[in-house]
């Protein structure tokens, strides 16, 4: 017999759980945007499996969230490092090119 999705239980696993998913995020994502949506996505993979009837933990938002950020990682644009104003003034007075 089908049960009808537990959304109280869900909630309490997305309170217990959001902050430590979007640390993780966050560290692997820069663009605190991006990271923000990521995790709103994985929640929303994690209710799309309690409504199929599957049970979702913290293993399994964690595994949504891996995934997500396997493929975005490869498609963001890394910004360059800024240079360090010292760097320059090393150079201009040793003469070196950059």
Not at 55 to 70: C, H, I, P, Q, S
């Amino acid at each position: 017999m089908f049960e009808p999705p537990r959304k109280e239980e869900f909630l309490d696993l997305f309170d217990v759980c959001v902050d430590g998913l979007f640390s993780r995020c966050h560290s692997r994502v820069p663009d605190r945007a991006e990271a923000i949506a990521l995790v709103e996505e994985t929640f929303m993979r994690g209710w799309n499996e309690v409504v199929k009837g599957n049970k979702v933990g913290l293993r399994e938002l964690l595994g949504f969230l891996d995934e997500l950020v396997a493929v975005y990682a490869p498609l963001s644009v890394q910004k360059p490092a800024m240079r360090s104003p010292v760097s320059y003034l090393g150079r201009a007075r040793t003469g070196a090119a950059s």
